[in-house]
C-alpha cells in the first residue's frame, strides 16, 4: 500500500526508500512485530475469556501436558493479523504473487480457524472431519498454483545442480498442489510443544527471504545457476512479516505457553513457505528446508501405517517430539534441540545455492 502511494507520487524524498526490496523488507519485520506485541495481551485475555476450558488436550497424550490445560488456543490469529497489516503496508500488491501467498496464507487460517473452534465449542481434539479439511486446502492451493504457473512454468528444479530440471508437464500442479497441502500440515503436526514451530518456521522463512529475493535478481540467479523468477523478489518482505510476526508470537509462546498457536496458525504459517518455495521454483529445497517438518508428517504417516497392518507401534507415540518425551526427554530439551536441527538444515538449504 505504501509502496503504491510513494509510486503514485513519484518517490519524493524519503519515500524513495520504499523502493529498496531491504528497507522494506526490515520495515516489514518492524511493523509485524511492533503490531503483534501490541496485540498480544489483549488479544490473549480476550481469548481466555471466550474459550474458557482452552484448548482441549488429549488423553492419551504426554501426562506432562495436562498441566497445560486451560491455556487458550487460536493464537495463529496473532501472527495472522500482524503478518497480514504489515505485508498489506510494504508490498506491491500489484504483484501476482503476492496475492498468492495472502490467499493461501488467508485461506489456510480459515480452515484451521474452523478447526480450532470446532475443538473449542465441542471439547474435543478431532476438530473437523480430515477429508473436509483436505478438500478445502487442495482447492485453495489450486488455485494459487494456477496463479504462480502462468509466470513461471511446470519444470522441477533440482538442488546442488545447475539449470538442470524434470519438465514434469501438467503433473506440475498436482506435485505443487500436494506439496502446499502436505507442508501446511506437516508445520500443524509439528506444533504440538511450545515453541517447537515457531522458531523453525523463523528459520525457514529467513531461508526463503535470501532465496526469493536472489530468485528475483537476474544479477544473482544469473551468477548462481537458479531459476530467475522476474518479481519473485517482492516475497521477500512477506517472509520478513512471517518472522517479525512469529517472533511477536514467540514472545506469548515461550515455555510456559500463555497462548497455542493452534491449526489456525500453523496451518497458515506452513501453506506459505510452499508457496513461496514453488513462487521461487525451489520446491525440493524447501523439503530440505523444512527437514524437520517432513520427518514429523512422515513419523505420523509411518505410524499409523504399521500399526494398521501389525497393531505395533514404530514410535512410542507420534509425531515424533513425543516419542523423545516418552524416551524421558523433559519438553525444553525436545525444543531446543529440534531449533538447532531446523538451523542446520536452513544452512543445507542455503549451501545448494552455492554448490550449484
Known amino acids: 500500500m505504501l509502496y503504491w502511494l510513494a ?3 513519484g518517490f ?8 529498496y526490496l531491504s528497507f522494506r523488507s526490515g520495515a516489514a519485520v518492524a511493523t509485524a ?3 503483534g506485541l501490541w496485540i498480544g495481551p489483549r488479544f490473549i485475555l480476550m481469548l481466555r475469556m471466550r474459550q474458557g476450558k482452552g484448548q482441549p488436550i488429549r488423553d492419551d497424550g504426554p501426562q506432562s501436558h495436562l498441566a497445560k490445560k486451560g491455556t487458550p488456543t487460536m493464537g495463529g490469529l496473532m501472527i495472522l493479523i500482524s503478518l497480514m497489516i504489515s505485508a498489506l503496508l510494504w ?5 501476482r504473487f503476492v496475492w498468492a501467498c495472502l490467499f493461501v496464507t488467508g485461506g489456510f487460517a480459515a480452515v484451521g480457524f474452523l478447526d480450532d473452534f470446532d475443538k473449542v465449542t465441542k471439547a474435543s481434539h478431532r476438530g473437523i472431519p480430515g477429508r473436509v479439511r ?9 488455485i494459487a498454483v494456477l496463479l504462480i504457473v502462468s509466470r513461471t512454468g511446470t519444470d522441477l528444479y533440482l538442488p546442488f545442480l545447475s539449470d538442470v530440471y524434470i519438465p514434469l508437464g501438467p503433473l506440475y500442479y498436482v506435485f505443487a498442489m500436494v506439496l502446499i497441502v502436505g ?24 531461508t526463503f527471504l535470501v532465496i526469493v529475493y536472489l530468485s528475483g535478481n537476474v544479477k544473482f540467479a544469473g551468477y548462481l545457476g537458479i531459476p530467475h ?3 519473485a523478489g517482492e516475497l521477500a518482505i512477506f517472509a520478513a512479516a512471517i518472522i517479525g510476526a512469529c517472533l511477536a508470537f514467540l514472545w506469548f509462546n515461550a515455555p510456559p505457553a500463555a497462548v497455542f498457536m493452534g491449526d489456525t496458525g500453523s496451518l497458515a504459517l506452513g501453506g506459505a513457505l510452499a508457496t513461496m ?20 508428517a512422515l513419523s505420523v504417516i509411518i505410524q499409523v501405517f504399521w500399526y494398521k497392518r501389525t497393531g505395533k507401534r514404530v514410535f512410542r507415540m507420534a509425531p515424533i517430539h513425543h516419542h523423545f518425551e516418552q524416551l524421558g526427554w523433559p519438553e525444553s530439551t525436545v525444543v531446543i534441540r529440534f531449533w538447532i536441527v531446523s538451523i542446520v538444515l536452513a544452512l543445507a538449504g542455503l549451501a545448494t545455492l552455492k554448490l550449484r
Open 277 to 296: 518455495a514453488v513462487t521461487a521454483q525451489h520446491e525440493l529445497v524447501l523439503v530440505l528446508v523444512g527437514g524437520l517438518f517432513v520427518v514429523e
Open 229 to 231: 523468477v522476474p518479481g
Open 7 to 9: 509510486e503514485w507520487l
Open 12 to 19: 519524493p524524498g524519503a519515500l524513495n526508500l520504499i523502493r
Open 33 to 35: 512485530l511492533i503490531i
Open 183 to 206: 507442508f501446511g500440515n506437516a508445520v500443524n503436526l509439528t506444533d504440538g510443544l511450545d515453541g517447537l514451530a515457531t522458531f523453525p518456521v523463523m528459520i525457514a522463512s529467513l
Open 134 to 142: 483436505l478438500l478445502i486446502e487442495f482447492v485453495i492451493a489450486g
Open 91 to 95: 508490498m506491491d500488491l500489484s504483484n
